[in-house]
């Protein structure tokens, strides 16, 4: 029985994503790195937020809400696929676009996921700061407040810690695929490189991957907030799915890492380190990573291969969480070649 399976749910991902060797990668570094590839989760370009979402969904329908409310950064995947979700269940959707990120090319506010959003023609709120999460969700709560006195019901996807992340079930179900994706293979996993920003993706995978017996490290690569901010970040979430799901399950902090050796210079922001990073595995695998998550956990577990002190038989994966629609959204990536 799946650990998640009394809580509703609604199927909005293609499961099970596909588990690939890089191998020319491998090859270059002379040992194994493989990636989960939850970039081809199907829903609007896919991504990591689809397999989150469907547990807000099914709470969402379940109590017969007609509208869904969320927020995020103006570049955020978790809004494109909200939006996605709701126009996939029916559902109408409101979006909030924080401002979260100080650039001031038109690319970053209307190309990439803000062009996505008003295609598929989710209403848009506008909140001025960037790092208020709880004004944040109590704007959409007065929000759902004002929909509530015209007669519709809507369903809140919050942002802050001050809430149980149902989404982060969906990375309990994600890890418990992988392990046998790799025990099919007879992988013995080294390390699994995961990218740390709401932490809901981060404390799920982990959480799974105790809950099923597999002890190997889960490096969290930080894209918000620094080392020691997200680990208690990561420990209060653990703490609450772990209430939430009912498990006699210990996960010591120490067994939390965060990184944040990539995370400067902040959120949606890439250092050189990272847009190297994103372009070494375009040009050597034909894999399109993005600014904000994905490439920064793949410049995380470059600096690793390259530091050495790895086997031959160790076996590295790392998570793809897609994104790379934002990379529409820098075209100074490419303008400098």
């Known amino acids: 029985m799946s650990l998640t399976e009394k809580f509703p749910r609604v199927e909005l991902s293609h499961k099970p994503t596909p588990l690939e060797r890089l191998d020319n990668v491998s090859a270059e570094f002379e040992t194994n790195v493989w990636i989960k590839r939850d970039d081809c989760t199907g829903l609007a370009l ?47 959707v409101e979006v909030q676009l924080e401002h979260r990120v100080d650039r001031k090319q ?18 848009i709120h506008y909140y001025p700061e960037g790092e208020d999460e709880a004004g944040a969700d109590r704007a959409l709560e007065a929000r759902a407040d004002e929909l509530a006195r015209l007669g519709r019901k809507a369903y809140v996807i919050p942002l802050s810690n001050a809430h149980t992340p149902y989404g982060a079930f969906g990375y309990v179900d994600a890890a418990e695929e992988l392990l046998r994706q790799l025990e099919e293979r007879q992988i013995s996993p080294t390390r699994f490189i995961v990218p740390t920003g709401s932490a809901s ?130 075209p100074e990536l490419v303008e400098e070649d």
């Open 106 to 123: 038109r690319e970053y506010h209307h190309s990439g996921n803000p062009y996505l959003v008003r295609l598929m023609g989710a209403k």
């Open 46 to 92: 896919g991504g990591n937020k689809s397999r989150q979402l469907e547990y807000y969904l099914g709470q969402a329908l379940e109590q017969g809400a007609d509208t869904l409310l969320t927020t995020g950064a103006v570049q955020s995947n978790h809004v494109r696929m909200t939006v996605a979700a709701a126009r996939k269940t029916g559902l109408e």
């Open 201 to 330: 993706t981060h404390t799920g995978f982990l959480l799974g991957m105790r809950a099923h017996g597999c002890a190997a490290p889960v490096h969290g690569v930080c894209v918000r907030r620094n080392a020691e901010a997200q680990h208690g970040r990561v420990r209060a979430k653990l703490d609450a799915v772990i209430e939430a799901l009912g498990l006699d399950l210990i996960v010591s902090d120490d067994d939390i890492l965060c990184d944040d050796s990539v995370l400067a210079p902040g959120y949606g922001l890439p250092s050189e380190a990272v847009v190297e990073a994103i372009k070494y595995l375009a040009r050597r695998e034909g894999i399109l990573l993005d600014p904000t998550y994905s490439g920064k956990t793949f410049a995380a577990l470059l600096a690793l291969l390259r530091a050495g002190g790895y086997r031959p038989q160790d076996h590295f994966v790392i998570l793809h969480t897609g994104g790379s629609v934002s990379l529409f959204a820098y």
